[in-house]
């Protein structure tokens, strides 16, 4: 390419990457105008982040080339990126937890005073600026462990905006984030937009596709299959591209028959903020019951408070008619208890182990064959998993880490099936899962209901919650604000309900 089209200021032409035989992309072409907003879609482990990283020369391509503003670029890692123009969040958070926000804002680029010193006044003050600039309260100095998900998402965000890039990419930055965090976002996202900085948007959810890009991009297993005007497109036409076949409902029938009551909370309360106030509800043996609720509400306070993680204060727990008083998961998993947590990188996976490892952790005893581990019958069920999830990976012995965002997910959910749970508590399973696979693990916890196993699912994701639960309650500032029938309620009850006690 000698000369720069019209308004575009990143050209990426027949890019490829392959790791070992597996091959991820496919000599990929893509353009981003000056001051667009371009979305990148495609399922799980279709090549959307290994692409973003080629660019910002975290890896290095095999072929092709890349044009930035018409000049030819080639990062030799993300510093080389960042003081070249181009930013990126990415999917997975790598903040270094002890440390404050203000810190992780400035690593490796710490403002040094006259005197050669970490200029830390100099730090809180443009941290101040900048969160102030786009309307986020944050406590600066806290450690980024003692926030939420959400927050420590939009501190990354922050940071990628603050780096005054000509282009930002952002790598399912809204997977932990609540409604108003998204809003909040994409005014920011806008702003930036009329500043004329381009930005690559990549998401699994639609409708956020459909609001905030100009255009949108689908890759298909390494492929670059379409780019249309976000106008001229629809769901269907995008679906279909991405997975290949249309799906006309995104919820399969909740046709799954709630039995008696298996477990019931009376009165429960957390010793240690965020606390819960009094929460009480029954919930019935194969019935979905989902938690809807505002960041802080207290979900996950909740579904930890059941399996012993955290300190009760006072109330009672009974399952199946018994007093349960779990004093840590590993006796709430005896009783048949599982949860898949909404932090899978820190709670739910060995990075360094491979698939077999993470799938059959948490049910070790079922392998053995006589006094030792069968290798071959932990594979089996990997192997089972791996088809029954549909897990894109090179086998059994992959190292968890090389598998994408949301095949990582899967292994996640995988790990827990294999114990059979009977209390299945699953606190957002389906964050950054593309449209056809969620599809597939909302059948699989239908047809769980069915078998009788009872699934307590916390989803921060309206049309989920509406879709494939039984009953719906909902929680605000700690309280349980309200107990719905699902076929009986709508989005406007469950808002109203969730900020019933702010
Ligand atoms: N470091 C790596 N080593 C080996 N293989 C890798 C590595 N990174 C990615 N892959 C492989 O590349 C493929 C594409 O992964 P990528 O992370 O780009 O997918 P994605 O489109 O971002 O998916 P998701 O929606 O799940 O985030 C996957 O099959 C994955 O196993
Ligand atoms: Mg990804």
Sequence with gaps: MSEKQENVILSIRNMSKAFGRNV???????????GSIMGLMGENGAGKSTMMKCLFGIYQKDE????????EVAFTGPKDALE???????????????????????????????SGCIDETRMKKEAAELFRSLGLTVNLTQPMRKMSVSVRQMCEIAKAISYHSKIIVLDEPTSSLTQP???????????????????IYISHKMDEIFEICDQVSVLRDGNMVTVKDTVS????ELISAMVGRSLDNRFPPVDNEPGDIILSVKHLSTKYAPYLKDVSFDV??????????????????????????????????????????????????????????????????????DLTFNTTIANLSQYMQG????????????VQQINLMRIKTMGPEELISSLSGGNQQKVVFSKWLEREPMIFMMDEPTRGIDVGAKYEIYELIINMAKEGKTIILVSSEMPEILGITNRIAVMSN?????????????QEELLRLSAKYL
Aim: proline letters at 2%; glycine letters at 12%.
């Design 24 to 34: 991820v992309l496919n000599r990929v072409n893509l353009d981003v105008k000056e």
């Design 64 to 71: 092709g080339n890349i044009y930035l503003d018409g000049k």
């Design 84 to 114: 070249n123009g181009i930013a990126m969040v990415h999917q997975e958070l790598n903040q270094c937890l002890d440390l404050s926000v203000v810190d992780n804002l400035f690593l490796g680029r710490y403002p040094l005073s006259s």
């Design 181 to 199: 965090e998204v809003e909040k976002l994409f005014k920011m996202m806008r702003k930036l937009k009329e500043q004329g900085i381009s930005l």
């Design 233 to 236: 497109t629809n769901m269907n």
């Design 284 to 353: 019935r043996e194969g019935e979905i019951f989902g938690f809807y609720g505002l960041v802080g509400a207290g979900r996950t306070e909740l579904l930890e408070t059941l399996f012993g993680v955290r300190t009760r204060a006072a109330g009672r727990v009974y399952y199946d008619g018994k007093l349960m008083n779990f004093t840590g998961p590993l006796e709430a998993m005896q009783h048949g208890f599982a949860m898949i947590t909404e932090e899978r990188k820190s709670n739910g996976l060995f990075l360094k182990g």
């Design 371 to 382: 006094p030792a581990l069968s290798k071959s019958k932990m594979q089996k069920a990997t």
């Design 478 to 490: 700690g309280f349980l604000s309200g107990i719905v029938n699902t076929n009986e309620t709508n």
